[in-house]
């Protein structure tokens, strides 16, 4: 079987990220790059042999596959053109800014018949997944009460801080564990939320908490930290049930560890890996290649990742309000 031709769009920290990860594919080809707000295209086209495109259509006429990787607010404008061209897409978390540009890019690529594959990695970590399984398997019976926690440094200035372009905190790295809330425990039906910076504008960092009420009856305790110091990067969760409680902690077992890389002119970024000899972002790339190819069914779909947007949202609204907002849940 020939490889699948992959265009990355974005050369900044999570186009190198990916462009690693496909690298590791033996059945996926990077051929092309274009840049995005950030990064060096040509350092990162050089690393993995790829042509350095002027635009989007000069990659589009090259590959098979289109990795988004460019800042959140430019999800919607890559996936709907790379759609219309008939090529699948691979979208970095959150699949969009707002809950209409995502349901938009799932429109568009439907009606254009090429799957549409979000990012949300942490469903791919061996740690989480395994919980998810002895859930489902119903090792602590019934979920009831849902902890996580996502705690790093603040990234170093540019788009994620503005919080018009990456939604802010809740948006960029709590969506990680919103996604993986709903998935253990049922659809979110409610939140209340809370964050340092609406409290204190001047803090110059963010912490935010979230309960989440699911539709089954359980509830999601989230937490998400900007406010540690370098190289900081922990995560916790526990899952209580009815008949037991799993509990991951990267504390005691270090199954989630910093991996800190540079990015022309921003310094560090945080990146979270697995011991394992397989990086989750790896096994997660080639599960798409997977499902571009028919060979399998997606793990986390375009309609999941919608729902994490539609989550956060109402993050951001409780956050805003101070009282509870409703989640927008499909029908």
């Known amino acids: 079987m020939s490889r699948t031709r992959i265009g990355i769009v974005g050369a900044g920290f999570m186009g190198s990220v990916h462009a690693a990860a496909w690298a590791a594919c033996p059945d996926a080809r990077l051929t092309a790059l274009v840049g995005g707000s950030g990064g060096a295209p040509t350092r990162l086209a050089d690393e993995y042999g790829m042509r350095v495109c002027a635009g989007l259509d000069e990659l589009l006429d090259q590959v098979d596959v289109v990795d988004v990787c460019v800042p959140t607010d430019r999800h919607h404008e890559v996936t709907v053109r790379a759609a219309r061209a008939g090529r699948a897409v691979v979208c970095e978390k959150p699949l969009a800014r707002t809950p209409a540009e995502a ?4 429109a568009v690529c439907r009606e254009a018949g090429v799957p549409l594959l979000p990012a949300h990695v942490v469903r791919f970590f061996p740690e989480y997944a395994a919980a ?15 902890r996580l926690t996502r705690a790093s440094f603040q990234p170093p200035g540019g788009w994620y801080l503005d919080e018009a372009r990456s939604g802010g905190l809740h948006f960029d790295l709590m969506v990680h564990d919103l996604d993986y809330a709903r998935w253990v425990a049922g659809e979110v039906v409610g939140v209340h939320a809370r964050s340092v910076r609406a409290a204190r504008p001047d803090a110059g960092t963010d912490h935010v908490l979230a309960i989440l009420r699911h539709a089954p009856g359980a ?88 729902a994490a947007v539609r989550i956060a949202t109402a993050v951001g609204e409780s956050i805003a309000t101070g009282r509870p907002a409703d989640v927008e849940v499909a029908a």
């Open 219 to 306: 509830i999601s305790h989230v937490e998400a930290s900007w406010a540690h110091p370098p190289p900081t990067f922990r995560t916790r969760a526990e899952i209580a049930g009815t008949g037991g409680l799993l509990e991951l902690d990267s504390d005691r077992s270090a199954p989630v560890r910093p991996n800190l890389r540079a990015v022309a002119g921003a310094g560090a970024m945080p990146l979270p890996s697995s011991p394992l000899a397989e990086s989750p972002y790896t096994t997660q790339l080639r599960h798409f290649l997977d499902v571009v190819r028919g060979a399998a069914a997606p793990i986390v779909t375009a309609d999941d990742a919608l």
């Open 103 to 106: 349901a938009d890019m799932i």
């Open 132 to 146: 998810k399984a002895a859930v489902d398997a119903g090792a602590i019976g019934e979920p009831a009460v849902v």
